[in-house]
């Protein structure tokens, strides 16, 4: 693997980007011998030793027992120690607030949910802050940060929420409260960002280059990793598709939401409070596989124009459907244009909100290649 743009840089950015590749090749596919790893990023042997050296030392990589193959010197694996270090995660949603502790796979050690008023957002982040506090308490080793993923426009580098609908949140600072209670060093960063950062770590994307999120559930959000590995965050709620039952076009965010969908379910007479309820209900009802048909055929057109614009390998479908396999597959059988096979469900081991809020902190570690 070359590093384009590193021929004129200063020699610790360059070993601070061929750290943040071995990090990321050893989540990928290790263990490796060094041998493996000079190979696989065009770097020397030399070079291999001088970034494992550091990373051994402090715990973060481990070597493993060698491997002789009758030819030449044995070869002596390295791998990842996730247990060598922790993140905590903090998930601001409507009503609950969602605390968890993490490990460097993304494995769940343990987490916890409180209800809430979300109004009051001043209660929300002092009582989010103790929640992060007693996480990294608890760790069983050193603890890297606190990620927190919330809703709306967010403002990552000040780590304030400039503006949340759902919430009624304007210009809520959020990370000075958590990084005053827990000393530690906190990222801030939108569900859908955290979401598919999660998945580019130790999920589905892992180790992809060309990959959308699209979040739809009582929103509709998406997310889209640039070329120079960071993510931008939008909305496709403007976008045209098919009625739920007909009656020509309207906005997906006008139609095409659970509200919405939950809605069209009354309507018509079905008894029903989430997108799951819906999905096992249309194994035997008609108006209930109806509905998933045509909430699938809004999905699929949806996904259709991300792939005509984008042109992504891989499509992760995210949200209130996404642990169900029929959903999946009810979406990829009515695609045209996006290959049916690019369409997944995300893998991120554990709570899905703990790995996408913690992952943020996982996530910069891997990729700043810093040493700690």
Request: charged letters at 20%; hydrophobic letters at 45%.
């Amino acid at each position: 693997m070359n590093h384009p743009g590193l021929s004129g840089s200063r020699p610790r950015q360059a070993r601070q980007a061929n750290t943040a590749a071995v990090l990321q090749l050893l989540v990928q596919r290790g263990p490796l011998a060094r041998s493996d790893i000079a190979k696989e990023l065009s770097l020397n042997h030399g070079s291999v030793s001088r970034i494992l050296e550091p990373l051994l030392s402090v715990g973060v990589v481990r070597e493993l027992v060698e491997r002789s193959t009758g030819i030449g010197r044995p070869r002596v694996p390295v791998e990842l120690d996730s247990s060598s270090r922790y993140a905590v995660g903090v998930h601001l949603g409507l009503e609950r607030t969602t605390a968890g502790l993490i490990d460097l796979a993304g494995h769940c050690v343990r987490t916890h949910v409180e209800h809430r008023d979300p109004a009051d957002s001043a209660a929300t982040l002092r009582q989010a802050a103790e929640l992060a506090a007693g996480m990294a308490d608890s760790a069983p080793g050193p603890v890297l940060g606190v990620g927190v993923a919330v809703g709306g426009e967010v403002d990552r580098a000040a780590g304030r929420v400039v503006r949340n609908e759902v919430l009624r949140w304007d210009d809520v600072r959020v990370a000075d409260p958590m990084r005053e209670r827990t000393g530690l060093d906190v990222v801030v960063d939108g569900n859908v960002s955290a979401l598919l950062g999660a998945e580019l770590t130790f999920g589905a994307g892992l180790g992809r280059h060309s990959v959308a999120y699209l979040f739809i559930g009582n929103v509709a959000e998406t997310g889209f990793l640039t070329s120079s590995n960071g993510i931008i965050q939008g909305g496709f709620g403007r976008l045209l598709v098919p009625g739920p039952t007909g009656g020509g076009h309207r906005r997906f965010g006008e139609c095409g939401t659970d509200v919405a969908l939950l809605a069209a379910a009354g309507n018509a007479g079905l008894t029903v409070t989430s997108l799951a309820d819906l999905i096992r209900l249309a194994d035997t009802d008609p108006v209930a596989s109806g509905l998933l048909g045509a909430r699938s055929a809004q999905v699929a057109l949806v996904a259709d124009t991300v792939y005509d614009l984008m042109r992504p390998d891989m499509i992760i479908l995210g949200g209130s459907g996404a642990p169900s396999d029929r959903w999946l597959e009810a979406v990829r059988d009515r695609v045209e244009t996006a290959p049916p096979q690019a369409l997944v469900r995300p893998r991120a081991p554990g709570d899905p909100l703990v790995a996408a809020a913690a992952g943020l902190v996982v996530r910069a570690f891997f990729t700043s290649g810093e040493r700690s």
